[in-house]
């Protein structure tokens, strides 16, 4: 079964849980099951994490000042990139990511400081608990917002990006629980802050935390876990087994057919070299001008999905 962000709701009420309860064998519950959640998630994020850290570094061969990788041509779209990186090692190749990002100019909407963050983050796995990766992890940006919004992923590895929350989008999600002094309260007397789904093991503790600090009487009936008709104006909570992830099967392959292109044609010792090297360089800004106009034109005919 393929898993989903919706995850990340059970995490932050399992935390809340284990901090909140004075009930010493419901915050060590809370404490067991956050942790079985979150070794699977952080390996999960990782994984992810890097699927896309490759699929941006395609964008080095046209929007950036010229240093790319012969391993991530621009022609191959985002899915054949996340494809292909299976083939390659993250623990190797982050940190050769993070440099391309980083130690050059790029146009704005395309890697850059965000993106080098991202891949020099991804490579703190090793290095962090699972839940402190995971809390700092969740909240990463790159230039479009946040992290989570690469669905063709789902192709490639076993979880998927999308978020079946209505009443509280992902955003304003991450807003609500880094500024909310108690999101166990919030979702009891806040109908737009409850779950549209959790995990079963994550609900029984819920309703017992709730019922420990004597406010059980006061749980809507949509925490009640029963059959409701899909009109219901307080439809139930949907149970959710278990979270689950089947790690990817990383290769051993390491980018390394850099290429270069840039207008340091002046730096040659001799004119013959210096007027070869400039003419490269023409030739791939033509190149480049070229592919942009072509790319206009599509996104203004509606051809470029």
Same mark, same amino acid.
């Given at each position: 079964?393929?898993?989903?962000?919706?995850?990340?709701?059970?995490?932050?009420?399992?935390?809340?849980?284990?901090?909140?309860?004075?009930?010493?064998?419901? /915050?060590?519950? /809370?404490?067991?099951?956050?942790?079985?959640?979150?070794?699977?998630?952080?390996?999960?994020?990782?994984?992810?994490?890097?699927?896309?850290?490759?699929?941006?570094?395609?964008?080095?061969?046209?929007?950036?000042?010229?240093?790319?990788? /012969?391993?991530?041509?621009?022609?191959?779209?985002?899915?054949?990139?996340?494809?292909?990186?299976?083939?390659?090692?993250?623990?190797?190749?982050?940190?050769? @990511?993070?440099?391309?990002?980083?130690?050059? %100019?790029?146009?704005?909407?395309?890697?850059?400081?965000?993106?080098?963050?991202?891949?020099?983050?991804?490579?703190?796995?090793?290095?962090?608990?699972?839940?402190?990766?995971?809390?700092?992890?969740?909240?990463?940006?790159?230039?479009?917002?946040?992290?989570?919004?690469?669905?063709?992923?789902?192709?490639?590895?076993?979880?998927?990006?999308?978020?079946?929350?209505?009443?509280?989008?992902?955003?304003?999600?991450?807003?609500?629980?880094?500024?909310?002094?108690?999101?166990?309260?919030?979702? @009891?007397?806040?109908?737009?802050?409850?779950?549209?789904?959790?995990?079963?093991?994550?609900?029984?503790?819920? @309703?017992?935390?709730?019922?420990?600090?004597?406010?059980?009487?006061?749980?809507?009936?949509?925490?009640?876990?029963?059959?409701?008709?899909?009109?219901?104006?307080?439809?139930?909570?949907?149970?959710?087994?278990?979270?689950?992830?089947?790690?990817?099967?990383?290769?051993?392959?390491?980018?390394?057919?850099?290429?270069?292109?840039?207008?340091?044609?002046?730096?040659?010792?001799?004119?013959?070299?210096?007027?070869? /090297?400039? %003419?490269?360089?023409?030739?791939?800004?033509?190149?480049?001008?070229?592919?942009?106009?072509?790319?206009?034109? @599509?996104?203004?005919?509606?051809?470029?999905?």
């Amino acid at each position: 079964m393929t898993g989903n962000l919706d995850v990340c709701f059970d995490f932050y009420i399992l935390d809340a849980i284990r901090h909140n309860s004075t009930t010493s064998s419901i /915050a060590g519950e /809370a404490k067991h099951r956050l942790i079985t959640t979150a070794i699977p998630l952080a390996h999960c994020m990782y994984d992810y994490l890097f699927m896309i850290c490759m699929g941006e570094g395609r964008h080095a061969r046209q929007h950036a000042e010229g240093t790319h990788y /012969a391993e991530l041509p621009s022609s191959n779209n985002r899915s054949a990139i996340y494809k292909k990186s299976k083939g390659f090692n993250p623990k190797e190749n982050l940190s050769i @990511l993070r440099t391309l990002f980083s130690d050059q %100019d790029w146009e704005s909407s395309y890697g850059g400081k965000k993106w080098a963050e991202l891949a020099s983050f991804a490579s703190r796995y090793e290095n962090l608990s699972p839940i402190i990766y995971i809390d700092h992890l969740i909240d990463l940006e790159h230039n479009g917002g946040n992290i989570f919004n690469k669905t063709s992923v789902r192709h490639y590895m076993n979880f998927q990006v999308n978020w079946t929350h209505s009443e509280l989008g992902f955003k304003n999600f991450l807003d609500w629980k880094f500024h909310s002094s108690d999101i166990l309260v919030d979702m @009891l007397i806040h109908r737009d802050k409850r779950p549209s789904s959790m995990c079963i093991h994550t609900a029984r503790l819920l @309703l017992a935390y709730w019922e420990s600090v004597g406010v059980g009487g006061l749980v809507p009936s949509c925490y009640k876990f029963e059959p409701t008709s899909n009109n219901n104006l307080y439809r139930k909570i949907k149970l959710r087994s278990l979270f689950e992830y089947m790690p990817i099967e990383w290769g051993d392959k390491v980018l390394s057919d850099v290429q270069t292109f840039t207008n340091n044609y002046e730096a040659e010792n001799d004119e013959e070299a210096k007027e070869t /090297a400039k %003419d490269k360089y023409e030739a791939w800004k033509k190149l480049n001008e070229n592919f942009q106009a072509h790319v206009i034109h @599509l996104e203004a005919t509606n051809l470029l999905a």
